[in-house]
T-cell receptor, first 115, second 115 residues
Framework: NAGVTQTPKFQVLKTGQSMTLQCAQD?????MYWYRQDPGMGLRLIYY???????DKGEVPNGYNVSRLNKREFSLRLESAAPSQTSVYFC??????????????FGPGTRLTVL | AQSVTQLGSHVSVSEGALVLLRCNYS??????LFWYVQYPNQGLQLLLK??????LVKGINGFEAEFKKSETSFHLTKPSAHMSDAAEYFC?????????????FGTGTRLLVSP
């Protein structure tokens, strides 16, 4: 199993450009998440998908959109990139059934720089 | 709403010394608590979790944490630090027994281990 995979690993954009970050998991998980990590701020939730067919805003959704393409894939789109979106982006997944004490599995991250 | 506070953005120890990373939580309902570790240029991985069973939780790599309700704390300890423990550590909280999991992360503590 590859676990959670993310593409690309690195990306440099100019202000105003758009791009889509891809995430896929092969663990048959229901729930998927997008986080951003900034120095001194920990991980903040951007969007999440509790199950296939649903998406919801997290703590910092402005400037982003998401698509839950199928059970495996959850993409994050920046329509018009801004320097404030320079960050490391992580995708994660977990199962939905049972209690909320389950492990989230994280991808390796995408390092995005917006000039 | 749930939240966690990690005291100390950086902690420095010598190899062989005790590691103590602090986490205090705020929750209006019984929480589930997690410690995740992030090695350089990698995603996060679960170190250990508290899900209302035993209050002393043992994790991977010799780490353990004790849930203290009276102190609203979940501090992470390891008796003897190893060079390979150098990483960033995140405490996280979620509501217990809700099915869907939404984690709230602390700002992280970077552990530095010197020879």
């Amino acid at each position: 199993n590859a676990g959670v995979t993310q593409t690309p690993k690195f990306q440099v954009l100019k202000t105003g450009q758009s791009m889509t970050l891809q995430c896929a998991q092969d663990m048959n998980h229901n729930s998927m998440y997008w986080y951003r990590q900034d120095p001194g701020m920990g991980l903040r939730l951007i969007y999440y998908s509790a199950s296939e067919g649903t998406t919801d805003k997290g703590e910092v959704p402005n400037g982003y959109n998401v698509s839950r393409l199928n059970k495996r894939e959850f993409s994050l789109r920046l329509e018009s990139a801004a320097p404030s979106q320079t960050s490391v982006y992580f995708c994660a997944s977990t199962t939905l059934s049972g209690s909320s004490g389950r492990e989230q599995f994280f991808g390796p991250g995408t390092r995005l720089t917006v000039l | 709403a749930q939240s966690v506070t990690q005291l100390g953005s950086h902690v420095s120890v010598s190899e062989g010394a005790l590691v103590l990373l602090r986490c205090n939580y705020s929750s209006s309902v019984p929480p589930y608590l997690f410690w995740y570790v992030q090695y350089p240029n990698q995603g996060l991985q679960l170190l250990l979790k508290y899900t209302s069973a035993a209050t002393l939780v043992k994790g991977i790599n010799g780490f353990e944490a004790e849930f203290k309700k009276s102190e609203t704390s979940f501090h992470l300890t390891k008796p003897s630090a190893h060079m390979s423990d150098a990483a960033e550590y995140f405490c996280a909280v979620t509501k217990g027994n809700t099915g869907f999991q939404k984690l709230v992360f602390g700002t992280g503590t970077r552990l530095l281990v010197s020879p």
